[in-house]
């Protein structure tokens, strides 16, 4: 199996711990990430701008994977939606013809051929849960996990094509169970992490992330698993200012789905970023390692 | 639905003295997110699944469609609401009535961006995606860092999004 790794923006400067450990967790199935040196912003941040700049370089993005003969494995939900909505819109009746003419001009082609999924959705989807058993080395049991999964890991569904249940998720959970781990339900699964107000209106995004804080803080869960660095923005690296904004406590680790599964697979902190988390995991994983 | 006749104010003459803003307001009458938006029948399923509006007085998906439908174009282009939507699709997905709304307030937020300026964030936002084609761009520091920790190096510069895109 073998995907062009799109890492987008922020993984890459700021995610590192997903980037190392989505590579790790990727190499023990067997999964083969080629990197493209010339990927671009995926557009997502464009599309409030101008959306016709955000389509091209979406599809910019997509023909230089398209050149080399291979689909999209993304890890942040963001850079998914806007590629899926840019490979969903060739396959409409839409016209693209002077854009794509545009990117014709620079020397590029892009004709629809490119899937685009998660690796949430690949592991998901693309390997068989007996093969991802078969990785594991410890057993998670006892560890009660909140499973975050945001708006674009699924969302606007129309172009996901049938993809989780938005009103129902549950690919992660299901991921997350064959570890042994527990997951727990809670209030307000659905709510967006509001990242994207961050820039625009900082104390109305951190309100927002805090209500999750409360709803997973009350039903006691032990960390938080989710598969966008944006959101992991909002929960570990603003957690502690919120609990200085809101004069709160909540000290809840919050881990990259493919962390988890790098811990069941028994590979070694480090290689699965764990130190570079905001919130500490090392009292939480203790008994892991 | 025929293209613009989902606004009553169309059918009016318009009687704007700004071409500009005319242009703008074809724009958003012509663009497939605003064609179905005089479906809307104010349940408010929008407003009560928006992250956003249940904590912001000033926020609301379904305020913006009826300023929309009642005509308020020039007031609704200048609403600095426009940008505490999330895009998170809540509300879209949930619509009885099969609205964007989501698409909709983005198609809204670029048109914002044609009439006038985007809030300071989303400016600088754009000019650092322009000039470095990624929001957060990379230098030998943190290149090192990376190789460190054995993640494939990155190109530092990027001028192909400016070419793409910086020539509108
Ligand atoms: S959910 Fe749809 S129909 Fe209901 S108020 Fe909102 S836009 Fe109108
Ligand atoms: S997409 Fe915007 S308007 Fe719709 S629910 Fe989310 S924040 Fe509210």
New binding site residues.
């Given amino acids: 199996m073998k995907y062009a790794l799109f890492l987008g923006c922020t993984i890459p400067a700021r995610a590192r711990n997903y980037e190392l450990s989505a590579r790790s967790v990727a190499s023990r199935l067997g999964i083969e990430f080629i990197d493209i040196q010339d990927f671009v912003c995926c557009g997502f941040p464009m599309k409030g701008i101008d959306r016709r700049a955000a389509w091209l370089m979406g599809a910019y993005n997509l023909a230089l994977v398209e050149n080399k003969g291979l689909d999209v494995c993304t890890l942040c939900s963001s850079c998914t939606s806007a590629l899926t909505e840019v490979a969903h819109s060739m396959a409409s009746e839409e016209d693209h013809g002077d854009m794509l003419a545009s990117l014709e001009q620079m020397g590029f082609q892009y004709t629809g051929k490119v899937k685009v999924r998660h690796i949430a959705r690949i592991l998901f989807e693309q390997v068989d849960r007996e093969k991802i058993r078969k990785t594991f080395e410890k057993d998670l049991s006892g560890l009660r996990v909140a499973v975050h999964y945001g ?1 674009h890991y699924f969302k606007p569904s129309e172009v996901y094509e049938g993809f989780d249940d938005p009103e129902a998720p549950y690919t992660i959970e299901e991921l997350v169970r064959l570890t042994g781990a527990q997951v727990v339900d809670y209030p307000g699964k659905k709510r ?1 992490c509001g990242g994207p107000v961050l820039p625009v209106e900082e104390k109305a995004a951190l309100t927002v992330a805090k209500q999750k804080l409360d709803d997973i803080r009350e039903v006691g869960a032990d960390l938080i698993c989710l598969v966008c660095p944006f959101c992991a923005l909002m929960y570990d690296g603003n957690q502690k200012g919120i609990e200085a904004e809101f004069e709160e406590s909540y000290n809840i680790p919050v881990l990259y789905l493919t962390q988890l599964l790098g811990v069941a697979m028994g590979i070694d902190r480090k290689p699965l970023g764990l130190n570079l988390n905001v919130v500490k995991t090392k009292k939480l994983l203790e008994r892991f390692y | 639905m025929e293209k613009g006749t989902c606004n009553q104010g169309t059918q009016r003459k318009l009687v704007l003295s700004n071409e500009r803003i005319a242009g703008l307001l074809k724009e958003l009458l012509d663009c497939s997110e605003a064609q179905g938006i005089s479906a809307c029948f104010m349940c408010r399923t ?1 407003s009560s ?5 249940t904590l912001e007085k000033g ?1 609301d ?1 379904v305020k ?1 469609i009826r300023m929309c439908l009642y005509g308020l174009w020039d007031q609704l282009l200048r609403d600095p609401t426009l940008w ?9 997905e949930r619509c009885p009535q099969g609205i964007k ?2 698409d909709f ?1 983005t198609v809204l937020k670029n048109l914002a961006v044609k009439k006038g300026e985007p809030p300071p964030g989303i400016k600088a936002q754009r000019e650092i995606i322009t000039q470095a084609g990624r929001v957060y761009p990379l230098d030998e520091f943190d290149n090192k860092k990376r190789a460190k920790m054995g993640l494939p190096e990155l190109p530092t510069t990027c001028t192909v999004v400016g070419r793409l895109i910086g020539a509108e």
């Fill in positions: 708006c967006c | 929008c699944s928006c992250p956003i509006a926020f998906p913006l505490l939507c999330t895009s998170c699709y809540a509300c879209q709304i989501a307030i």
